[in-house]
């Protein structure tokens, strides 16, 4: 399989203290969309501006298609690698307007170059704004120009740094699913910065968790919620519950009885059960709970119930019958649980 861009073992100090990056290695294939996904100060924008050619690896190499664009001995600056980047910011030219933004990189003034513009604007739906300048532009709409202007020379790889996180909720999912498609149909391969779990789930490909400068997890959104390599990506991807339990095989015996799990262990572990794992009932079955709080979204309800011993977990539950503080349940597992050695 040949990769779109490759990296590996990338390393980036920025002085003795801090090692922003390290040893981080990734694969996006040809029209993949890869999501960098962990907490503020992870590294996420120092590995994008690694991947852009703005910042200098302290070690490691980076291939996009066929060439190495760094490495020992290579450093291809930025404007050679055929990469286009959004910035959270969006860093639109503020004395041009919408047009002459998103043919910035388009170089001479040619016939092929206002076509060009023209389809772009129309790609983004921006053709009615083409004249405005950006300070004459909403949020969202400059967002657009932003994604029009990387998007314009065809780069091999789109790279967006947070780029949804100024818009407001109504805006962000339809900003969102316009960039999805637009990236779908100029089959172009992009790695997206998010701190944004639902967000990473909903768009990506594949997910990079990465803490600390160290990639975690590489996997697809589900394997990284259903098979989190840790109880560290598991708490923080999706909400999670963790109950210690004695494992013999593929069951293990905890709280809530005998429950089933997905790999086989022995010994002592850590369950991981995730809020939609529990069925909550009304009727005698399983192990008696309280509710303790509800939380109520419309489509569904996130409940807090003690066990009699006062362990506490999280459940949710559909809207086809509805808790209250007080209400006496039963709780047991609807799905096997995994296990993490302690
Ligand atoms: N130019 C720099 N000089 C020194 N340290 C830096 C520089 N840029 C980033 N850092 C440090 O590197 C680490 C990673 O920063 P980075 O901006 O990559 O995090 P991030 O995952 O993008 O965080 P956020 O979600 O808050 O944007 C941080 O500790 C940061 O302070
Ligand atoms: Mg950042």
Redesign the pocket.
Known sequence: MEFSLQAEKLSKR??TQ?L??EDISLKVKPGEFLTLL??????????L?LLAGFEKPSSGRIQIGSRIVADDAHFTPPEKRRIGMVFQDYALFPHVNARENIGFGLGRNTKERSKQIERMLALVGMAPYAERMPHELSGGQQQRVALARALAPNPDILLL??PFSNLDTGLRAQVRTDVRRILRETETTAIF?T?DQEEALSLSDEIAV?FE?KLLQLATPHAIYNRPVSMRVAKFVGDANFMPAEAHGMTAQCRLGEVKLFHPKTGKVQLLIRPEALAVRFDEIGTPATVLWREFFGHYQRLGLALADGAELMARAGVDRYFRRGDKVWVSMALPALAYDV
């Open positions: 920025f002085d801090t922003a990056v962990g907490p503020s100060g992870g590294g996420k924008t120092t590995t501006r740094d947070e910065v701190h990465i400068g």
